[in-house]
């Protein structure tokens, strides 16, 4: 075990029916509307024609519209396409840069770019979405990046929403050429492009969850979500490995009738079961005194609650404060699960308090100065925040899952088969370190325990 810390577009056409919606779209920006821009000013800025223009926003084309400041548009390809060779955008200026002094600087190595295709719901008709929209914003940011080190891509973006035929997105030009997708994020469009990838030996990235099992027969395939099982599994062998032999389990009754971490408390107390591992049940409604005696004195006690709610999560802490009062000396860890991040903001004195480990696949720390430099990056570009709501950061998602897959496929080529040692990056939220199923594709095998240690500091123990 090593120790280290882990709308594009807001669709305009509100008024396309389902079945137009459900046709791929195929564009490469976004354009937030300043004041007193005009169309003819946009599609200049941007190399583009007016009428590209109004067939990527068909809303413009009604009567009696008018572009206000604020305004997300489309924009879509040139005729030539989205990036030149050197990875700038054509007829778009790097204004930051045309301001700079000129400096002599040394040249940068000419590379092949890298192919890079987005099949995901890239709208603004429901969450899923904007999620994806902030996730494709994050993989804009990554290869803006990457290009600042030589790298070189080319990006391919098509909105495929809930109930579109993939198949029908496939038949685009560009999509055979590609060297890496992303998506899709609906399991019954998994099969068709999985297959698409293996005959055009295109690697897939499928980067949230979805069921089926095709990773284990397509090799192409880089499945980044793990089963809750196989997590369940981690979590209870990363518990035994820190806490059997040293610390005193006690398990708290919340009575959450709703909660989803049942199979997690069952097996860890069959598994203490069967090694003859002592361990105490007490409840939330028990009395202070009832409650204070299943600790015990003489070594480290880690609590394990049966539910991942922040309400019973407060209770714990207020039961836990009245016996620290009354106990000052007795040593407390907590061992939570990953729902806990989204409540940092408002208890994360008290994970530091109780020694809280977080058994996850992420860890989003927005204190990390490489974190505020990109969520700073993000609102600049597109005049918005990253979204507050989503834990792990969609963005941060997508721009880690970029980071990792152009670096692998530019130093290993058609070879690279996602392990963490082929990739220099280190990653602002999730690690990724693939292994393969069989004879077919990989699974992100990553997991780590996220510590808040008492001294106010934290460490990323991963396994």
């Known amino acids: 075990m090593r120790n280290y810390l882990k709308y594009l577009m807001l669709f305009l056409a509100m008024t396309f029916s389902y079945s137009v919606l459900a046709q791929s779209v195929q564009w490469r920006d976004q354009h ?101 929209v902030e996730y494709y914003r994050g993989i804009l940011l990554a290869l803006n990046q990457l290009k600042s080190e030589g790298i070189t891509t080319e990006v391919h973006a098509w909105n495929v929403p809930k109930g579109a035929d993939i198949r029908n997105t496939l038949l685009e030009p560009n999509a055979s050429k590609l060297d890496v997708i992303f998506g899709p994020l609906y399991s019954e469009q998994v099969k068709p492009l999985a297959d698409f990838c293996r005959a055009y030996d295109i690697k897939l990235v499928i980067p949230f969850s979805i069921t089926g099992n095709d990773v284990e027969t397509n090799p192409n395939i880089f499945q980044v979500y793990q089963t809750e099982a196989s997590l369940t599994n981690k979590a209870i062998a990363s518990f035994l490995e820190r806490f059997q032999k040293s610390h005193h389990p006690i398990f708290i009754n919340c009575k959450d009738e709703t909660s989803q971490v049942g199979e997690f408390t069952t097996s860890l107390r069959k598994q203490l079961d069967l090694q003859k591992i002592k361990y105490n049940l007490t ?95 993000y609102t600049e570009q597109y005049g918005e925040p990253m979204s507050r709501q989503y834990i792990p950061r969609m963005a941060i998602t997508g721009y880690d899952q970029a980071q990792f897959f152009v670096r692998g496929l530019k130093a290993n080529g058609k070879n690279f088969k996602g392990t963490a040692a082929e990739v220099k990056y280190r990653p602002l939220q999730t690690r990724y370190d693939f292994v393969r199923v069989g004879q077919g594709g990989y699974i992100n095998d990553n997991f780590q325990l996220v510590h808040f240690k008492t001294d106010q500091t934290m460490e990323n123990l991963v396994y």
Not at 299 to 319: A, C, G, H
Request: aromatic residues 12%; glycine residues 6%; charged residues 25%.
């Open 283 to 377: 409840s939330l409604k028990s009395s202070n005194a009832d409650f204070s005696k299943h600790f015990d004195a003489t070594r480290p006690n880690v609590v394990i609650l049966n539910s991942e709610k922040s309400p019973q999560l407060n209770e714990v802490f207020n039961k836990l404060d009245q016996l620290k009062k009354a106990r000052p000396g007795i040593a407390i860890s907590l061992y939570g699960y990953n729902q806990w991040f989204v409540y940092q903001d408002y208890y994360l004195d008290q994970y530091f308090k109780y020694n809280t480990y977080i058994p996850s696949t992420y860890y989003y720390n927005k204190a990390a100065d490489k974190t505020k430099e990109l969520e700073a990056k």
């Open 32 to 132: 937030k509307v300043k004041r007193k821009e005009t169309i003819f000013g946009i599609a200049k800025e941007y190399g583009v024609t007016i009428p590209q223009l109004l067939d990527a926003n068909p809303a413009m084309k009604q009567a009696g519209y008018e572009l206000k400041k604020g305004d997300l548009i489309f924009v879509p390809y040139s005729k030539e396409g989205d990036f030149l060779p050197d990875g700038s955008v054509k007829g778009k200026t790097d204004k930051k840069a045309a301001t700079k002094s000129t400096v002599a600087q040394a040249p940068v190595k000419a590379v092949n770019s890298i192919r890079v295709g987005v099949m995901l719901p890239l709208h603004n008709q429901d969450g899923d979405g904007k999620r994806m």
